[in-house]
């Protein structure tokens, strides 16, 4: 199995802060990741597809990028709504495999 | 506006079986693979299950693979998820999600139904 290693696992951070969470996959994926945000007692919301292709209607302030077996989030200027949990997920390979999630909290 | 309604989830003693039920609607169902996605109390998220639009070719987590079986019933818009021989470990809430274009990824969820295993 892919296994997906998010970093950190949790971070602190301001509002209008720049923020980078990172995804390790074990092995190459190509660019075959998405993202994910979670609220607490709600579905994750899909934010990012196919490592950098953005939902319709997620700010543009997230972006995504990578290759192979690294990838990274960012925000590029922290919203109050955005403090959340945050996931990424390997569809290369099954069985298809999500980081352990990066909780980011407000400073 | 896509909606996805899971149900079905319930308390269960170790060993016992459930079925979930996730009703779609406001999109073609028929077209797309779905799938499910579990998420333990205070833990992360974990594929467990997809299908194909037509209703074969399941995949499954190594974790569940024998014990829960995934399909669906394009005629009534519903993807089901019946498991069997639940172990504590199968606590969870459980989603059903799209997968767009088959891809893998999930662009709509559920709402989450709660399984509860315990003696």
């Known amino acids: 199995d892919i296994q997906m290693t998010q970093s950190p696992s949790t971070l602190s951070a301001s509002v209008g802060d720049r923020v980078t969470i990172t995804c390790r996959a074990s092995?190459?994926?190509?660019?075959?990741l998405a993202w994910y945000q979670q609220k607490p007692g709600k579905a994750p919301k899909l934010l990012i597809q196919?490592?950098?292709r953005l939902e319709t209607g997620v700010p543009s302030g997230f972006s995504g990028s990578g290759s192979g077996t690294e990838f990274s989030l960012t925000i590029g200027s922290l919203q109050p709504d955005d403090f959340a949990t945050y996931y990424c997920?390997?569809?290369?390979?099954?069985?298809?495999?999500f980081g352990q999630g990066t909780k980011l909290d407000i400073k | 506006e896509v909606q996805l309604v899971d149900s079905g989830g319930d308390f269960v003693q170790p060993g016992g079986s459930l079925r979930l039920s996730c009703a779609a609607s406001?999109?073609?169902?028929?077209?797309?693979?779905m799938g499910w996605v579990r998420q333990a109390p205070g833990k992360g998220l974990e594929w467990v299950s997809d299908?194909?639009?037509?209703?074969?070719?399941?995949h499954y987590a190594d974790s569940v693979r024998g014990r829960f079986t995934i399909s669906r019933d394009n005629s009534k818009n519903t993807l089901y998820l019946q498991m069997h021989s639940l172990t504590v470990e199968d606590t969870a809430r459980y989603y059903c999600?799209?997968?767009?274009?088959?891809?893998?990824?999930?662009?709509?969820w559920g709402q989450g139904t709660l399984v509860t295993v315990s003696s």
């Open positions: 999600a799209r997968t767009w274009g088959g891809l893998g990824y999930f662009d709509s």
């Open positions: 406001g999109f073609s169902f028929s077209s797309y693979a």
């Open positions: 299908i194909n639009s037509v209703g074969d070719n399941p």
């Open positions: 092995q190459s994926i190509d660019m075959l």
């Open positions: 196919m490592t950098s």
């Open positions: 997920q390997q569809y290369s390979r099954y069985p298809y495999t």
